[in-house]
Nanobody, 112 residues
């Protein structure tokens, strides 16, 4: 049974930082591309960032230069370092594997 469990969300002030983690339980993590998505209240879920099995990264324009996706294959974990957070980054953040397994999400709230 594949499970993805996100953690690290919380309340942060504008300009602050958070690091999200997504722990993957299942086989062959190292060959999977992994992604982060987010969904704000009343909005559709949107793609945030992807990292391939080889470590190539891609970002949505809205987070480029502020967010960094990374992975630790020894720990079966993918991370999202979020810097310079703004209120518009407030959302529930989800990780997803390239085999279309989703986590349950972790809430990020950016507010003064």
């Amino acid at each position: 049974q594949v499970q993805l469990v996100e953690s690290g969300g919380g309340l942060v002030k504008p300009g602050g930082s958070l690091r999200l983690s997504c722990a993957y339980s299942g086989s062959l993590f190292s060959i999977l591309a992994m992604g982060w998505y987010r969904q704000a209240p009343g909005k559709q879920r949107e793609w945030v960032a992807t990292i391939t099995s080889g470590g190539t990264t891609n970002y949505a324009d809205s987070v480029k230069g502020r967010f960094t996706i990374s992975r630790d294959n020894a720990k079966n974990t993918v991370y999202l370092q979020m810097n310079s957070l703004q209120p518009e980054d407030t959302a529930n953040y989800y990780c997803k594997s390239s085999r279309n397994y989703w986590g349950q999400g972790t809430q990020v709230t950016v507010s003064s």
